[in-house]
């Protein structure tokens, strides 16, 4: 089991930056590969960023490269999103989740948190 807890969401303008953050507690944190996904209002959950669990490979939905960055710190059980250049269509409630399986098979994530709101305005 691992417990999730977003949190770094907010409002800010566009072109601002923000940095997520995912703190995790429970069993081997280290172990689990580890996504972000978002969902803005009327549409369905979309992927955004995943890493492995050594965090040395990570892959990106196309449209989000060279302005998001996932990293993960696994002393700190913590994953981390670094968004730049924020655009309003970034606007969404951002999830991160853990996967004990392939870091792109998306239908190994089993844990989820909470959430947390991104709010991007023009």
């Known amino acids: 089991q691992v417990q999730l807890v977003e949190s770094g969401g907010g409002l800010v303008q566009a072109g601002g930056s923000l940095r997520l953050s995912c703190a995790a507690s429970?069993?081997?944190?280290?172990?689990?590969?580890m996504g972000w996904f978002r969902q803005a209002p009327g549409k369905e959950r979309e992927f955004v960023a995943a890493?492995?669990?050594?965090?040395?490979?990570?892959y990106y939905a196309d449209s989000l490269k060279g302005r998001f960055t996932i990293s993960r710190d696994n002393a700190k059980n913590t994953v981390y999103l670094q968004m730049n250049s924020l655009k309003p269509e970034d606007t969404a409630v951002y999830y991160c989740a853990a996967s004990g399986g392939y870091y792109l098979d998306f239908e190994t994530y089993r844990y989820w948190g909470q959430g947390t709101q991104v709010t991007v305005s023009s």
């Open positions: 429970g069993h081997s944190f280290s172990r689990y590969a």
């Open positions: 890493l492995t669990w050594p965090g040395s490979n990570t």
